[in-house]
């Protein structure tokens, strides 16, 4: 193959990008900007234009999908590419730690331990511990080493204040490394450590790679970066080459350990880099683009880039104001039916939201209007665990007689009765109630302890679910006064499911609470009586029914996913729901929290090709009750002149042209101020209440932020002058 032939089709900022030399690169590459192409071209292009060994190649990026695909295109163009290292950040970790292992003190057969199996050997090392402590720890212990600390880093109280951390953190290693195997934070560190230590080593790798080459470079953790420094040698001067692809606006995995610095700080700690935006995008129309960049450009953590629309202007997207939830789910429906009906594909669209929880509705929705769905990157609501639990404590309060929700909750969280003790209560109670059942038998203490506890709990909610007729003589009408929410939070509360669900999401950044607040908020349109919890059970499992039908559909089908799982896909339309502030973004986030939720929805945005739509709700089922929403902030920083506008505009949403009110033109976002009792701050952030004022939010040094209304409070709130 010529090399005009691979060349010609790329434009001039691609091109430019895959023949540079010489000084480090950081290719900044735009969403739907073709950066796979480029980063490929770029490997084959340096083996045959360049003559570089392609032994002396190293690609690294974040998944075994993304490094198939890597090695199959530039092996398409070069086929001495297959010779190259194409792999992921921890695949070449286990390379280099396989080849020296002795260094490291790890078998050189070494397995690769998971989180599970993190937790046994901290439950080995710290015999004390309990299984909960041990898993909040070992994910603690994970995250350090995704910071290259070891037990002795002063740094470490960052991750852990707890003092007693470091010789838990040290006696875990201890274990570990008498085991000879490594886990998954071992793959970047303990790599690091040996080229920190071993000059000889470090040279013999900057012999060996000439050129380092790294994907999705905004995905980096600070591990990871002080890898590349040293596999790179710049501070040596080795003469590696050393380019790296990434977007910082769609730095969105902070909770995966993700340094948006790494990308921001590369052209100082890469000196002399070359910096080249690819700024053309194949996917989406201009009136796309022009909302992603109205949104993002309210960032101040960026290098910037301006994304120039490769397929012409398109259809504006629209912003839909709903009054409720369920309005929204069926507007979505509506949409998507119509589109169905003039012979538009299922598959084309996509429903966004920015928690797991939020999909119970379009679920439920869809499956009644026969939509087909699939639900991408985590189970349909009601398979995942934490609603099995609570929904087994439901069927069990409506049938104490249920086996199988009896056993999945008489021990969770553990109570001290275990499978054998289960075997002889469920033997015993054929045919009639568990619990009485378990109440007459002879137990040991502490599974008579645990049982105990149970039957009391169960007795107690069973209390809450009156006959229809008991809840009509108690309130004198035929509307019992609470709804069935109240008994749905009780009994996760009461259960200790809440709790241990939530410490489930605080080790694994889960959404589990969110997920049983949302089965809470469901319960809210039913009596809380026993004719209403089995109208709730019978709604739930018809949807299950129907779920088990649509599985036998054909591939066609909807995609119903979380705004992060959206990273790398594409679809023709895209709805972005749940645009209400508390929900996207969520509540009390700091300033470097709001520039990664409007980074993530910026991601969100730019997974659109033909067809945008944003919907917002005036109220909300949260927490068992209606709550009034206000529009997200976000939707304020798209100018109106970049959407259509369907249902009641807000007055609290944003400010056009000429409806810029006077406090907004003194008190805007980076102004400095100064409060009398609160001291020196800055504006981070404004919008408009939902009374349509003008709000400021400011960040003061003393570390408080706090929110004003500048028409009322400015005498108390003074600009700074800033010309002395």
Known sequence: MLADDYLGVLNSEQRAAVEHTGSPLLILAGAGSGKTRVITTKIAWLIRECQVDPVGILAVTFTKKAASEMQERAVNIEERARFAQIRTFHSFGAYFLRKHAGLAGVDKNFTVYDDDDMITLLCKAVPSLTKKDASRLAHKISLAKDYCLSPDSPELEQIEADPEFADIYAS?????????????????????????????????????????????????????????????????????????????DQSIYKFRGAEVQNILNFQEHFPGTKLIRLETNYRSHAEILACADSVVKNNSGRLGKTLVAARGKGKKPVMVFLPTQDDETQFCAELIMQAADAGVPYSNWAVLYRTNAQSLGFESEFLHQKIPYQIVGSLKFYEREEIKDALAWLSFTANPRDEISFRRIVNKPARGIGATTQDRIVAAGTGSSLVFAAQKMKLSKKAAEGMEKFCSLFNSLNEMIPDEESAE??????????????????????????????????????????????????????????????????????????????????????????????????????????????????????????????????????????????????????YGQIKYMSPSPFLAEIAPSLVRVLGEKPASLGFGADDVPPEAKKYKKGTLVYHDDYGHGEIIATSKDSEGEYVVTVSFETGGIKKFLPKYQSSSLLVEDTDF
């Open 473 to 622: 003589a108690n309130t004198g009408t035929s509307e019992s006064e609470a709804n069935l929410s109240e008994f749905v939070k009780e009994a996760v509360i009461k259960s200790g499911l809440l709790d241990y669900h939530r410490e489930q999401d605080e080790i694994t950044g889960t959404q589990k609470e969110e997920n049983l607040h949302e089965l809470m908020n469901s319960a809210v349109p039913y009596k809380c009586t026993r004719q209403g919890l089995l109208e709730f059970l019978d709604h739930i499992n018809l949807d299950r029914t129907l779920d088990l039908q649509n599985e036998n559909s054909d591939e066609d089908r909807v995609t119903l996913i979380t705004l992060h799982n959206t990273k790398g896909l594409e679809f023709p339309r895209v709805i972005i729901t749940g645009m209400e502030g508390g929900i996207f973004p969520r509540e009390d986030k700091t300033e470097a929290e709001l520039e990664e939720e409007r980074r993530l929805l910026y991601v969100g945005i730019t997974r659109a090709k033909d067809e945008l739509y944003f919907t917002s709700c005036r109220s909300r089922r949260l």
């Open 172 to 248: 875990y290693q201890k274990r570990l490394r008498d085991t000879g195997n490594v886990d998954f934070g071992d793959l970047i560190m303990l790599p690091y450590e040996i080229l920190r230590d071993n000059e000889f080593i470090r040279r013999e790798t900057h012999s060996r790679y000439k050129v380092i080459m790294v994907d999705e470079y905004q995905d980096s953790n600070v591990a990871q970066f002080k890898f590349l420094q040293l596999l790179s040698g710049v501070d040596e001067g080795s003469g590696t080459y050393v380019c790296v692809v990434g977007d910082d």
